[in-house]
């Protein structure tokens, strides 16, 4: 059979209203299988996973004929306001709101369709805690993959001292103090920006055992442990120090209740040809051959058949 090429599928953008003046975006790469709502980290956007020439994980995932919708949080990437000095909004309303409207858009599209949840780093983390709300919208998913996706950090090293404990804690924390938000961006700390009550929101459950929210003391451990994840895939880079160490990453697979799940790590001793680390397990040319058809894999162990794409 003749492998589509990803370059040539159509890409389109959706975009949901979900507050006054507020769009997030929605791009949809479409296939006839089952639904996959991908979801990028802090200080990134949706292009963590596709181009507009058919690179990244999302598009090869629809070339194998599934159904892609890849979000950017509000503020971020297409969605419409950009973030800007003054904005409020944070962790609560892109679980309270805005991934509800994405899973609405899906249905009203697809239908009953299984869905499939793809999270890379922070997304992860949001799409667990969203699982965690909200039973009715768990009970459509099939299951998850997370990519580098940890909560809180306890490993200590030198990257860590410099990336969080210096820079993430302290000279993010007083820039959004200064700037009204977190230009990540232009500092070169990321590919986009944060709103101050997401970047708290977020040191906030990196540094702390308990797992609240501090919008409405809502109780993550407690909801988890109430009841059962999806089946979950977490694959974690062999040479990610900090942002996703594979110790976090097992940490946070612990911590999210039971639930069928695996833990796999992207290194040379697991038999790749590189350790990757927390970016190019998703943009390495390698990866398309050695991680791309792990979360294939996983998909179709725990799922109906869908169709295959035809030969072009």
Not at 62 to 70: R, T
Not at 80 to 103: N, S
Not at 159 to 170: G, K, P, Q, T
Request: one cysteine or more.
């Amino acid at each position: 059979m003749t492998q589509i090429d990803p370059a040539s599928l159509p890409q389109s953008s959706r975009f949901l209203d979900v507050a006054p003046g507020v769009r997030v975006h929605l791009r949809h790469i479409p296939g006839a299988g089952p639904a996959v709502l991908m979801l990028h980290g802090a200080i990134a956007n949706a292009r963590t996973f596709y181009s507009e020439r058919g690179k990244g994980l999302g598009p090869w995932l629809a070339a194998q004929g599934l159904d892609v919708y890849m979000l950017d949080m509000r503020g971020r990437g297409l969605s419409e306001p950009p973030i800007r000095a003054g904005d409020t909004h944070g962790q609560f309303e892109t679980l309270c709101v805005d991934l509800p409207a994405a899973m609405a858009e899906i249905t009203r599209l697809r239908g009953g369709i299984p869905v499939y949840l793809v999270g890379h780093s922070w997304g992860g983390v949001l799409l667990t805690a969203f699982l965690a709300r909200h039973p009715a919208w768990a009970s459509r998913v099939a299951a998850s993959i997370y990519l580098g996706s940890k909560r809180a950090i306890r490993v200590w090293n030198w990257a860590r001292l410099i990336e969080i404990e210096l820079v993430w804690h302290r000279l993010a924390k007083w820039v959004a103090w200064r700037r009204g938000y977190l230009p990540a961006n232009r500092l070169r700390l990321g590919a986009d920006n944060e709103t101050r009550r997401s970047l708290q929101q977020s040191q906030q459950w990196v540094r702390a055992h308990t797992w609240i929210d501090d919008t409405d003391g809502f109780d993550y451990h407690r909801a988890l442990n109430d009841q059962r994840l999806p089946p979950t895939l977490y694959l974690a880079g062999g040479n990610d120090p900090v942002r996703g160490h594979e110790a976090d990453v097992r940490r946070f697979a612990q911590e999210s209740g039971e639930h069928d799940r695996e833990i796999r790590l992207l290194a040379r001793k697991a038999g790749l040809s590189r350790d990757y680390d927390h970016i190019d397990m998703l943009t390495h040319p390698q990866a398309e051959q050695e991680v791309y058809p792990q979360v294939l894999d996983w998909i179709k162990q725990h799922g109906i058949a869908y169709p295959q794409p035809a030969d072009i």
